[in-house]
């Protein structure tokens, strides 16, 4: 069964980095589109950055120039570099895909659990 794994996150000072990754485990034909969303406390989820098949990036206006998202097609494993980091960024972030599974199959979305990202001094 596929899983998407996240790893990465974790306390961070003001203005430090983290890298979050999203593996997906299991035998996959491809991950089509990905996605990076947040939730923090007491506010509902959003989306802060995506990729598309054909790597077109998209951000979040408040993540935009801190936060690159990328990927390893041959790692099946999409990469969140957060730069820059600030206190309102600190949240529970998921990883979101959407696979296919073989070349005959549709595709499909996966959530990852989340990692929790902490930002503070």
């Known amino acids: 069964q596929v899983q998407l794994v996240e790893s990465g996150g974790g306390l961070a000072q003001p203005g430090g980095s983290l890298r979050l990754s999203c593996a997906a485990s299991?035998?996959?034909?491809?991950?089509?589109?990905a996605g990076w969303h947040r939730q923090a406390p007491g506010k509902e989820r959003e989306l802060v950055a995506a990729?598309?098949?054909?790597?077109?990036?998209t951000y979040e206006d408040s993540v935009k120039g801190r936060f690159t998202i990328s990927r390893d097609k041959a790692k099946n494993t999409v990469y969140l570099q957060m730069n820059s980091l600030k206190p309102e960024d600190t949240a529970v972030y998921y990883c979101?895909?959407?696979?296919?599974?073989?070349?005959?199959?549709?595709?499909?979305?996966?959530w990852g659990k989340g990692t929790l990202v902490t930002v503070s001094s």
């Open positions: 979101n895909a959407r696979i296919i599974l073989t070349p005959w199959s549709v595709e499909m979305a996966y």
């Open positions: 299991g035998s996959i034909f491809r991950i089509n589109a």
């Open positions: 990729i598309t098949r054909d790597d077109t990036t």
